[in-house]
């Protein structure tokens, strides 16, 4: 007679992402943390499933949130990072932007995500960032136990809502899934639930078919899953299954809110990095011409150098501009040199100043409370710094109607209408460069070959160089004519 | 290399990205935008991740994500974000991840305004997030320092796996000045802690999170014991004719320049002034300070702040030498010529009056 | 007598007792215990005949390893040795 012998084979059994004890945990390490009911219990099997069915489980990682899931690293047998309180899609962001190979899950509660990380989970969502979020739902604050959420159920009692949820104060359930199913980029929204054996099923599939779409890279993918909690709630496990299905589902409607896997397009595949010889050219950095002196102050020989210049305006006028041309052929010239801008607000209207030094020994202050010269390009920025020039500077005045009560006897003016100066040239926007001309010829510290080379560096357009060298030597000329009828002698700058 | 004319702001960039870092999160802010500018356009071309958030929450929280990645990484800010910034920075310090995040000073509390000052020092230095962590602390007073700093954080960072702070005030972010980059670009490989998603790291966890009372007192130990030996190694200053200096004028950032300005002055005029200017706020050159007091009759701390760095000076002396202060708020700068005549008045306060009267100093 | 199509285990050690695997099992082959476990939990327990191998305890249960489902893959019958195959 034949002897019985059925064969049995393991078909569901713990899932191999997750660990067979729970090492990380301080006790009672061969059960969960969870309570008798719990849904994240649930949701973990479902999710470690997944993974084990997608063969992911090397390059998952898992970014757990601050609640009672906040221990998922003690059981998920995949990479870890615990995250910040709503923060798991930022962070969960820049892991997978450096690591488009990984497949980066982002799993969250509902005080989590909708609550304190509801920017974060928007903008990652809006972004469409290559990640699967899991959202547990159970409507309350568990781990704090048991305050009101925003998913909080109208008229649900809580440590914090004792009355109930009022709408007219408390506001409604939150309803994220369907918030984020509005934006563009998401492929993939569904709402699950954990009420009975078919819904259950349904939330397998989903969660496998998100983590799914993650590791095709295909974009944003979240799972909301209606989960019990039965602790907080005070209701047996399969009461609080129940309620999930009689109760919460009224407020949480089941089913997906955006698919649009079949049209998505896998996020491209990153550039190949260049080589680290590359780098410096990318980076604009010049590498230092072979035979070139590098452009170092002290090899300068000759006078010493002591320039300290305030060139003030309105904005638009090439304020800055002006500086910076001034700084780089300083610099071109082989001197030290400092430009320190006005910013903020002043930039985008109003007046606008800044400060710029070249001398030939390394600078201390880049700041110029007391400048040789002044460049002012408007009556206001005259009236302002005119007081601060150094005994014996000059001032170079766009006007030729110098204000009498600022004259001052120890300083030289050049005051002329240099925006007509300028505009008789071809453009009244060069009166800036006829100004520095002005300056160059009566600081006399930088040659013209070092303000060629700065021009060209900083203004790109060959037709504005050509007007802006125009306007440079307009403005010697004037500067030339004005200090030969100043009987007063020339060049006190330099020294 | 080559020295060429950059923003602050805009050397930091590349400098960090020399440094091996490929990675940045930013938000815009005055007067910092110019950092997370440059980022956006450089690191698309060397290979890089840049993110613009949105919020400096969500910025020092992708710093948290990409560092645990393994990846250097990096953000800017000033003040107010900075402030956002500081639950991110607890829990980096708490997982032990390096990053770098700079901070360029505007006005403040609050919105305060554009202008510059050095009033984060106490929310930078102290550290502005719970529990008991540093960040190292490195204070740059030009262009060519917020070159080399960068690339130093990056290293410290690694070398301490903690968070870095670059505390430079508005002046120095703004301001052009020739910097050269040295050393080549670098290739720091994957630390062996992240977490990449790869076979070999599965078994990897970052989290600042030790319920058992015992492994978080053993933790913050650890964490203690690494600032203790950041304390003994990583401490420097800059240090200008302190050895003889009877008045020692102490600053950071742009006021360090300004400070070297008034040393020059105070020298010529025969008054024996010197600077001490700390380039690491922490670990605070405290031993340095024990120094100078052996021969310093006064301490004076220059700040843009109502006194913020005078505190560690004056734990630094424990009462061995008296300590004065001046400052300027509000985007104002102390100047030279206000700092010149403190020291004037200092100086005739004490005996040196005779040689200054010897010298004609004029009274200020 | 038909080979039954699954098989159910429980690790009495893990299961805590919550009760939905009898909620959920088809063929309500599942029941709790009479008896405490020695965490005090009473713990899901097979009736011992009548799985079908659903897996809708295993699904339902939030504890990772409480329970494991088998599936027949062959049965020898005794009275005609007839061998079938299952999946």
Known sequence: MPEIGNTYEVAFERPKSMYAQFDRKEDLQHTTHYCAGCGHGQVHKLLAAAIDELGIQDRTVLTSPVGCSVFAYYYFDVGNVQAAHGRAPAVATAIERSRPGATVISYQGDGDLSAIGSAEILHAANRGENITVIFVNNAIYSMTGGQMAPTTLVGQRSTTSPGGRNPATEGYPLRMSELLATLEAPVYIERVGLGDNRQIAQARRAIKRAVENTTKRLGFSMVEVLAPCPTIWKMSPVEAQRWVKDVMEKSYPLGVMRDRVKDAEPKPEPMVAPGLAEIPGLLGIEAAVPGEASRSGHRRRGKAVHLGVRVAGFGGQGVLLLGEVLAEAGLEAGLEVSWLPSYGPEMRSGTSNCHVRLASEPIDTPLVTMPEILVAMNEPSLRKFDASVKAGGWVIYNGEEFPAELMREDVHVLAREFTREAQALGDPRVANMVMLGALLELAGVVKAEAIHKALTKLVKSPKWVELDERALARGRVMAREEREQVSRGCGVMVG | MHRQLMKGNEAVVRAAILAGCRAFYGYPITPASEITEAAATLMPKVGGVFVQAESEVAAVNMLYGGSSAGVRCMTASSGPGISLMQEGISYLAGAELPCVIADITRGGPGLGNLGSEQSDYHQVVKGGGNGNYKTLVLAPNSVQEMADLTRLAFELADRYRNPVMLLADGFVGQMMEPVEFAGKALEPGTPSWAVTGERETRGNMITSLHMKFDDLERHVRHLEEKYRCAEQLEARVERSFTRDAEIVLVGYGIVGRILKAVVAEARAAGLRVGLLRPITLYPFPTSEFRAIASHARCVVVVEMSTGQLVDDVRLALNGACPVEFYSRVGGNVPGHDEVMALVTRLAREMDLQARLEEMGVAHA | ?87
Do not use: F
Request: aromatic share 4%; glycine share 14%.
């Open chain 3, 1 to 87: 007598m038909k080979a039954d199509r699954g098989q159910l285990r429980v690790d009495e050690n893990e299961c805590k007792g919550c009760g939905l695997c009898v909620e959920a099992c088809p063929p309500h082959v599942i029941a709790l215990s009479e008896g405490l476990n020695h965490h005090g939990y009473r713990t899901a327990k097979y009736a011992g005949e009548g799985c079908t191998g659903c897996g809708m305890c295993w699904m339902v249960c939030p504890e990772p390893g409480a329970v494991t489902v088998l599936h027949l893959v062959a049965a020898t019958v005794q009275a005609g040795g007839v061998e079938c195959t299952g999946n």
